[in-house]
Structure formats: C-alpha cells, structure tokens
C-alpha cells in the first residue's frame, strides 16, 4: 500500500497479472474512464497511472505498492 502517493511515483497493483507503471494524476472528484465512474472525493481519491505501454487506469491508495 502506497501511505501518500504523489504523481511521478513508481507503483505496481494487480489487475490480471501484476502491472507497473507511474502515478500521473490525483483524482478528488467523481469522473468517467473508458465508460466507467471513477467514484472519487476529496475524503477518498483515485490515482490515476500508466503503464509504460501507454495503458491508463483508476485505483484507490491502498490497491497501489510501490516500486
């Protein structure tokens, strides 16, 4: 788990198989990814990260280790 993640982090998290990449965003309000809700808040904020292939994706702190 990554306690206070801040854009340019290396971080890993799981989705089919163990993904890397870097934080490029903090998310503090609800928005749409790729057809889904990302349901952040200022109380409970989504990193957004990046592969190094270019793939982007939404996950809470605790879903992120860090490289």
Same mark, same amino acid.
């Given at each position: =788990?990554?306690? #206070?993640? !801040?854009?340019?982090?290396? /971080? #890993?998290?799981?989705? @089919?198989?163990? +993904?890397?990449?870097?934080?490029? @965003?903090?998310? *503090?309000?609800? =928005? @749409? =990814? !790729?057809?889904?809700? /990302? +349901? $952040? #808040?200022?109380?409970n904020? %989504?990193?957004l990260? %990046? *592969? $190094? %292939?270019?793939? @982007? +994706? $939404?996950?809470? +702190?605790? $879903?992120?280790t !860090?490289?």
């Amino acid at each position: =788990m990554v306690k #206070s993640p !801040k854009s340019g982090d290396r /971080v #890993s998290w799981k989705s @089919r198989r163990r +993904a890397h990449g870097k934080i490029f @965003r903090k998310v *503090t309000a609800p =928005m @749409r =990814m !790729k057809g889904h809700k /990302v +349901a $952040a #808040s200022p109380d409970n904020p %989504e990193f957004l990260v %990046e *592969t $190094a %292939e270019g793939k @982007r +994706a $939404a996950y809470k +702190a605790d $879903a992120l280790t !860090k490289d």
